[in-house]
Each structure stands twice: as C-alpha cells, then as structure tokens.
C-alpha cells in the first residue's frame, strides 16, 4: 500500500522525509520519491526500487536543500512500477507537486478532460490527473484550488501538495484514505500512518473524510468540503513503533483478516459501473468467449483454492467446463489445451515458480490467458494476455488471507461478467448476484465483529493433533483453505475432506473426541453435509460448525456454532473462510507459533 509524509519546519525537510518513508517500508513499496521546495522551486527526486536507492541518490537528503516537503512510497495500481511512475508528481508549469495514497476511480474521464486543454501526462498514474486539476484551478488562492480539485475526484485519496507560492505550506486532504496530522512545535507534519510520525511527535490529529487541511510551521488549520474551519481534537499517540507498524495488533496476519472489508471493496468497486461490470483495461467480447470450449484455471496453495471456489462461479453461471489445475501438476502434465481454453492464474505475488511455468507452457500449447495477481508489475502480470489486479495492497503475513478472499471477489465478478457477455443470465437474476457480491465486504465485516467466541474456541482445539475440515461443494473449497491456515501456522495436522468422501476411507480416523470443523454454508446439501455431522458424532467426535446465522438444522447437531450472515452460497467461500482464518490464527497464538513468519515457508515461493 502506498504512503506519504510531509514535514514544514525550520529543520531540512529532505532527511525526514526519508527517515518518514523508511517506517512505512513495512507496508511494502515498489518505488519512492520526494519532493521539497528550495530557492529555485520544487525539486523532486523519485527512483523505482529501494528507498535505500532514494537515500543514496540525495546523499541522506542531505543534497535537497528546503524545510517543506512531501514523499511517498508507490505500491503500484495504475502503471508499472517505474521511475516515471513513482510519486511526487508535478505540474507542467513546475509549480505545484502532488504525492497519493488511494484510488483516483475516474481517473480515465479526468486524464481525456485535462488533455484536451492541453495538460501533458508524463506517468501512466491515476494521481497525475490531481496535480493538473489543481494548476488548471490555481488562481492565487491555493485553499479554493485544493477544494475544487478535489471535488471533481472519485474514488480514495489521501493527498499532500505543493505549492511554490507558498514556499512553507503543505495542503493535504482525505477521502476514505487514513491521513494523520502531527502537531509539533515550530513544525508540522502529516503521514498515511502513525509509524512516520511517532518518532517525532506523539500529538495527533485524526482528518475525517471530505475534510481538507493547511499546514505551516506555525500552526494546522483543518477545513471541511465547503472551506469552513474545523474544530478539531488533538489526541495522543500511545503506540510505539512496532505496534504502530502492526496498525496496533499483535501480529501483520490478524491486521490484513481485519483488512479483508476494505479490501474486497477495493476489488470490486472499482469495477461496477452502475449495474455493468468492467474489466480493467479488457475486453471479452461474446465472440471470444463462445470461442472457448473449457476453463482451466491454475495456480499454488491458496490461490488455486481460490481456483477450487471460483469454479463452481464460473461453471455455474456460464455453463463452461472449469478445471482447476495445480500449477506443479499442469506444467509437467501434457494437458490438453490449444487455442479454445481460457487460462486463469490466479497468484497473490505473481512470482510463484510453479505458476509462472504453467502459464508459459499453457502460453506455448495456444492458451489465451488471464492473470488474477495482486502484486503489479509481477511476472505473471506481465506474462498474461490480460491481467485482473486484485488491489489487497501488501500482504507481509506469510499465510495468505486478504490475497485470497480478493481473489475470490475477482472471480466473482469475472464469472458474473463472461456470464451475462454469453447472455446466459438473466437481467433480474444477474443484477441479484451482483447485489449479493457487492454486500461481501459489509458481510465480512460482521463475520468479523460477531465472532468474539473465536479466542475461547480456540484454547477448546489448540492440544490436538489432528483436525478433520469437511463440506461438501463449495464448503469442501472452504474446508481445503481453511485445513491449510490451521496447518501452516499452528503446525497441526489438519486434513480437509469432501463430506460424501468420508465413508471411503477417512471416517477410519474419527474417534472418541476427534474435532471436526464442518462447513454448512452449501444450503442445497446442508442435508447430505448434516447426515456426515451424524456419522462423526455417533463415533465420538465433536463438531465446531460454520453455519450461516439462525440454520436450525445445524445448530441442533453441532457442539460449537459459527455463524456467519446469510450470503447467495455460490459466493459463500469468501465470509465462511474469515472466522476459519480466526480461529487458525487463535489456535497458532495459544500454541506460541510463529505467526508471520512459519517455519519453512516462504511468501513468495520463487523456485520449483
Ligand atoms: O503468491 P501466490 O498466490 O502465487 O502463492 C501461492 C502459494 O504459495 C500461497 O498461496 C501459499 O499457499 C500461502 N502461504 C498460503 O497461505
């Protein structure tokens, strides 16, 4: 995820700045850059890559001389990530710069608008469209521009600008993008996180949406929407640095589950025009997707769970075959794919090995391709006919959590988008699923505050050796990822089964006080899925259920209930899997796991 930072005061702003930017190196950055207004205006350093490479190239900032700036860390959405790219952005005339942190969502309309008056676009950013707006409303009063400006955009934004005019002033503004003011003495300063500013003052103020500020060194004066002054409260910073970089939880798993909300939407919103859903920068005409005969979909861990979710979308509501490939199988497995399969990847780095691989020789064999990655400018990103960003931000937790649940809501959409192309939903029924989609992130948020039995659930399983994960259908995809939080971070065998599988082998295992956590989201099979409850019951088992709120039939059957809102259970996967993720990470910390960083695992698995 992006940061910015900015400082006006009597000290030389360049070294804080970078100081500020290396305590959001955490959050993970593809490219830097600063800007500071000096004698002979703005001048601005930006550099793909490392912000070590920012600190060399300006000798610790040391060779920027001026006491107000602003600086950014660039995780890249809109353009790879590239020197060009990277923020401060500046105007043409030199002016004014501006650094972001967000989504500008009508980026596209503003750039054709600002073009046709003649403003030049030197990066492929949504952000440049903000530092032209506010040059074309410069009229003297920065205050009046800002606010025209930022009237005029859709979308997210935390944003610190420049201006030459006022050589020690910055004007920020916020819109469902955090943005924090440090009070200092003689000096003030603005962050994205409380990390950059906890070192230099623990005097806050917290900016609301819509609100706009101006900062000098002698004082903040906060505005609303209209350019009315603000009242606002200075609060206190508690948090040291660590537990600031952790957004204040205990561990980076946690804070991304509790991201999970914000990042659906960020994954879904962007895409729905009225009721129509567009994709990024492609097009799937009809004709090409009646020119598909099967959908192979493949990936590693995680994500091609997310393939096994995504299926039952995709076949579904287009009536196209969907396989789900592992991409360590797909590559050596001379699979039969010529130039009528669509290949979907689905990576959260888009670095895996394996992946990369199959995607290459699905490539070479006449595939046509489409990548599902969060990470921009990976590999796969570049190697995929069309790509799909996922827009979770960072994920530093090795357990993928966020990076999976915003696959899922790409399939999602992906499925209901090729469905409606073929005609193959109706209007009434198409706008109904995407209505149910669209309530994903508002669901996942009472998953999420509902649940407080989680903690006490888990100190009921974390002794176990072994723990069995059922479900049938979509349930079963759930059971699969969810097998896999408990096994990779609490290094308990955790063995996930197709319910109807059980009596072929695995039922064997279950035994006075085995634990089973059953999946009953698949309301169709909820019968067939509560019949296997019985059967583990009657051979002494326990069963923590995840059922969706007031399912009477499961709640007289399990020992333990989850529950979770009611969701069109096709889309199920993407809310049954975050109280899952809870109650692996609950089970991991009362065993003293390593939670981030498990043994032997890696984030990006970049070998075979
Ligand atoms: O970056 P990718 O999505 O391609 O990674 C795939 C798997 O390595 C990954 O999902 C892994 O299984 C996670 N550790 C699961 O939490």
């Given at each position: 995820m992006c940061g910015i930072v900015g400082f006006t005061g009597k000290q030389q702003a360049a070294p804080l700045l970078l100081e500020g930017l290396k305590r959001l190196e955490y959050r993970g950055y593809d490219s830097a850059g600063i800007a500071v207004i000096g004698d002979a205006g703005i001048a601005v350093e930006k550099v793909s890559g490392r912000i070590d490479n920012l600190c060399e190239k300006t000798d610790n900032g040391k060779a920027i001389f001026g006491t107000t700036g602003i600086g950014h860390t660039r995780w890249a959405t809109h353009g790879a990530p590239t020197d060009l790219n990277a923020h401060p952005h500046l105007s043409n005339d030199g002016r004014f710069a501006v650094?972001?942190?967000?989504?500008?969502?009508?980026?596209?309309?503003?750039?054709?608008?600002?073009?046709?008056?003649?403003?030049?676009?030197?990066?492929?950013?949504?952000?440049?469209?903000v530092v032209h707006l506010v040059e074309m409303?410069?009229?003297?009063?920065?205050?009046?521009?800002?606010?025209?400006?930022?009237?005029?955009l859709e979308g997210s934004y935390a944003l610190g600008i420049l201006c030459t005019d006022q050589p020690d002033t910055l004007f920020v503004a916020r819109e469902h993008s955090p943005l924090i003011l440090g009070v200092g003495v003689g000096e003030n300063y603005f962050a994205s996180d409380v990390t950059a500013l906890v070192s230099y003052t623990k005097n806050a103020i917290y900016m609301d949406d819509g609100e706009i500020a101006e900062l000098t060194p002698q004082g903040i004066t906060v505005y609303d929407c209209r350019g009315r002054e603000v009242e606002k409260p200075v609060s206190r910073i508690t948090w040291d640095v660590e537990a600031a970089e952790k957004g204040g939880y205990d561990h980076f798993m946690l804070k991304e589950i509790m991201e999970q909300p914000q990042a659906v939407q960020a994954a879904l919103t962007p895409r729905i025009r009225g009721k129509d859903i567009v994709l990024d920068d492609f097009e799937l005409t009809a004709e090409d997707l009646r020119n598909i005969d099967k959908i192979v979909i493949t990936a590693c861990g995680s994500a091609y769970y997310a393939g096994c979710a995504g299926?039952?979308?995709?076949?579904?509501?287009?009536?196209?075959?969907?396989?789900?490939?592992?991409?360590?199988?797909?590559?050596?497995?001379?699979?039969?794919?010529?130039?009528?399969?669509?290949?979907?990847?689905?990576?959260?780095?888009?670095?895996?090995?394996?992946?990369?691989?199959?995607?290459?020789?699905?490539?070479?064999?006449?595939?046509?391709?489409?990548?599902?990655?969060?990470?921009?400018?990976?590999?796969?990103?570049?190697?995929?006919?069309?790509?799909?960003?996922?827009?979770?931000?960072?994920?530093?937790?090795?357990?993928?959590?966020?990076?999976?649940?915003?696959?899922?809501?790409?399939?999602?959409?992906?499925?209901?988008?090729?469905?409606?192309?073929?005609?193959?939903?109706?209007?009434?029924?198409?706008?109904?699923?995407?209505?149910?989609?669209?309530?994903?992130?508002?669901?996942?948020?009472q998953a999420i505050d509902k649940n407080h039995a989680l903690p006490a659930l888990a100190k009921k399983i974390h002794t176990f050796h072994s723990l069995f994960?059922?479900?049938?259908?979509?349930?079963?995809?759930?059971?699969?990822?969810?097998?896999?939080?408990?096994?990779?971070?609490?290094?308990?065998?955790?063995?996930s089964y197709a319910a109807g599988e059980l009596k072929h082998g695995t039922i064997a295992l279950i035994d006075e006080g085995q634990s089973v956590i059953a999946v009953c989201c698949n309301e169709r099979l909820l019968d067939k899925t509560v019949s296997n409850i019985l059967e583990m019951k009657a051979r002494g088992a326990k069963v923590i259920a995840v059922a969706f709120q007031g399912e009477r039939r499961v709640i007289a059957q399990a020992d333990d209930i989850i529950s979770i809102p009611h969701i069109e259970p096709i889309f199920s996967p993407a809310l049954a899997v975050v109280p899952l993720q809870l109650l692996a990470y609950y089970v991991a910390r009362e065993n003293g796991c390593d939670i981030d960083k498990p043994k032997n695992l890696a984030k990006s698995v970049t070998v075979e």
């Amino acid at each position: 995820m992006c940061g910015i930072v900015g400082f006006t005061g009597k000290q030389q702003a360049a070294p804080l700045l970078l100081e500020g930017l290396k305590r959001l190196e955490y959050r993970g950055y593809d490219s830097a850059g600063i800007a500071v207004i000096g004698d002979a205006g703005i001048a601005v350093e930006k550099v793909s890559g490392r912000i070590d490479n920012l600190c060399e190239k300006t000798d610790n900032g040391k060779a920027i001389f001026g006491t107000t700036g602003i600086g950014h860390t660039r995780w890249a959405t809109h353009g790879a990530p590239t020197d060009l790219n990277a923020h401060p952005h500046l105007s043409n005339d030199g002016r004014f710069a501006v650094v972001h942190n967000g989504i500008i969502e009508n980026y596209a309309v503003l750039r054709e608008e600002l073009k046709a008056k003649g403003y030049r676009f030197l990066s492929e950013t949504d952000t440049e469209v903000v530092v032209h707006l506010v040059e074309m409303f410069y009229d003297g009063d920065l205050k009046s521009a800002v606010l025209k400006t930022v009237s005029r955009l859709e979308g997210s934004y935390a944003l610190g600008i420049l201006c030459t005019d006022q050589p020690d002033t910055l004007f920020v503004a916020r819109e469902h993008s955090p943005l924090i003011l440090g009070v200092g003495v003689g000096e003030n300063y603005f962050a994205s996180d409380v990390t950059a500013l906890v070192s230099y003052t623990k005097n806050a103020i917290y900016m609301d949406d819509g609100e706009i500020a101006e900062l000098t060194p002698q004082g903040i004066t906060v505005y609303d929407c209209r350019g009315r002054e603000v009242e606002k409260p200075v609060s206190r910073i508690t948090w040291d640095v660590e537990a600031a970089e952790k957004g204040g939880y205990d561990h980076f798993m946690l804070k991304e589950i509790m991201e999970q909300p914000q990042a659906v939407q960020a994954a879904l919103t962007p895409r729905i025009r009225g009721k129509d859903i567009v994709l990024d920068d492609f097009e799937l005409t009809a004709e090409d997707l009646r020119n598909i005969d099967k959908i192979v979909i493949t990936a590693c861990g995680s994500a091609y769970y997310a393939g096994c979710a995504g299926k039952y979308a995709i076949e579904e509501f287009c009536r196209i075959p969907v396989s789900v490939e592992l991409a360590s199988e797909l590559r050596y497995g001379n699979p039969i794919i010529d130039e009528h399969t669509l290949l979907i990847v689905v990576s959260q780095s888009g670095e895996t090995a394996d992946t990369i691989a199959a995607l290459k020789e699905c490539q070479r064999l006449g595939a046509k391709s489409v990548a599902i990655v969060n990470v921009v400018g990976s590999t796969i990103a570049k190697l995929a006919d069309h790509t799909l960003y996922t827009w979770a931000g960072p994920e530093i937790a090795v357990a993928t959590t966020k990076g999976y649940t915003t696959q899922l809501a790409v399939l999602y959409l992906f499925a209901l988008y090729a469905a409606r192309k073929l005609g193959r939903l109706e209007d009434a029924a198409y706008e109904a699923l995407l209505d149910e989609v669209l309530s994903l992130p508002q669901k996942m948020q009472q998953a999420i505050d509902k649940n407080h039995a989680l903690p006490a659930l888990a100190k009921k399983i974390h002794t176990f050796h072994s723990l069995f994960f059922i479900g049938r259908n979509t349930d079963w995809a759930v059971a699969l990822e969810a097998a896999l939080k408990m096994k990779e971070i609490s290094y308990i065998h955790a063995e996930s089964y197709a319910a109807g599988e059980l009596k072929h082998g695995t039922i064997a295992l279950i035994d006075e006080g085995q634990s089973v956590i059953a999946v009953c989201c698949n309301e169709r099979l909820l019968d067939k899925t509560v019949s296997n409850i019985l059967e583990m019951k009657a051979r002494g088992a326990k069963v923590i259920a995840v059922a969706f709120q007031g399912e009477r039939r499961v709640i007289a059957q399990a020992d333990d209930i989850i529950s979770i809102p009611h969701i069109e259970p096709i889309f199920s996967p993407a809310l049954a899997v975050v109280p899952l993720q809870l109650l692996a990470y609950y089970v991991a910390r009362e065993n003293g796991c390593d939670i981030d960083k498990p043994k032997n695992l890696a984030k990006s698995v970049t070998v075979e």
